[in-house]
């Protein structure tokens, strides 16, 4: 049986390149890609709140954390809203003073939190309209609408949207999903996505061959056709998996992974779609460079 400990990709390893895009795995669906001295993060649920805080109570974003782990932020990118995450957004957010791309749900749990308006881009496109675009010093991005995985008995967990935060702090109930986003990032002649939930709305989609796929691993089994539309739409050269991590286990030791996740069904699969393709994962905070 396939551990994710079996593909984690050395430390430090090189996609080719220049070497000079770093890619730091965070946990959950979380990263910082770093160029030139600047800062992009995704997705950074660094809390991890144990089963019983999500259940019991309102959810509060470990500040000291967030401050050591993502001292620096140029912006924040959220794929979605659901805690896992966009909880800790807000306070990094006003700790660096980072831009935040996200839905009209992201806008309004900043916003709620503190965040003033000068820091916040909503990036949904108007009906019909082409992806949102952004500069954000040496990269460049484009929002391409997509979708979460209905892996709760064939539903998407917390739909809906992120209207009224009067209630702060919140519960994991009130994160709803909002619209969702794969990101797609150009920086020094390399071009990454980010698939934040293993779903794609990958029709209209014009994205030429990516140097790294960072793709999600929850809920993938719920997806049809998962692995082959993956790299059927983005034609990879390497593929990230990420959110295969038990988020409600802290920074204690190693990532466990969770239950299903069925890594050698899954990376069988997109070797049988691009038999040249490279696969891997990282432990936590590991680092590759492309």
Do not use: K
Not at 158 to 167: K, L, N, Q, W, Y
Not at 188 to 203: D, M, P, Q
Request: glycine letters at 10%.
């Amino acid at each position: 049986m396939t551990r994710p400990e079996d593909l984690f990709f050395s430390a430090g390893a090189s996609l080719g390149g220049g070497g000079d895009v770093c890619v730091t795995w965070l946990g959950t669906a979380g990263f910082t890609i770093a160029h030139a001295g600047h800062v992009l993060v995704f997705d950074p649920y660094l809390t991890r709140a144990s089963l019983s805080r999500c259940l019991l109570a309102p959810l509060h974003a470990d500040a000291a954390l967030a401050r050591r782990l993502v001292p620096r932020a140029d912006a924040i990118v959220l794929s979605h809203t659901h805690f896992d995450h966009a909880l800790d957004t807000p306070v990094i957010a006003r700790q660096t003073g980072a831009r935040v791309f996200g839905s009209r749900s992201a806008v309004h749990l900043c916003r709620s939190h503190g965040v003033p308006d000068t820091q916040l881009e909503c990036v949904e496109p108007r009906a019909g309209g082409s992806p949102h675009e952004a500069e954000v010093g040496p990269f460049h991005l484009r929002f391409w609408p997509s979708a979460h995985s209905a892996f709760v008995f064939g539903r998407v967990p917390f739909p809906g949207e992120i209207a009224d935060c009067t209630d702060v702090p919140m519960r994991t109930e009130a994160y709803r999903c909002g619209a969702v986003f794969g990101v797609e990032i150009e920086v020094g002649g390399r071009r990454l996505f980010h698939v934040g939930s293993a779903e794609l709305v990958e029709r209209g989609w014009r994205i030429g061959p990516v140097d790294l796929a960072l793709a999600c691993v929850a809920g993938w089994t719920s997806t049809e056709c998962y692995p082959e539309r993956l790299v059927a739409a983005l034609s990879p050269g390497a593929v990230l998996l990420h959110h295969w991590d038990n988020f409600l286990h802290g920074f204690d030791g190693a990532a466990r992974a969770l239950p299903g996740m069925r890594f050698e069904i899954l990376t069988d699969r997109l070797m049988a779609a691009a038999p040249r393709l490279r696969i891997g994962a990282l432990p936590l905070f590991g680092m590759l460079r492309l």
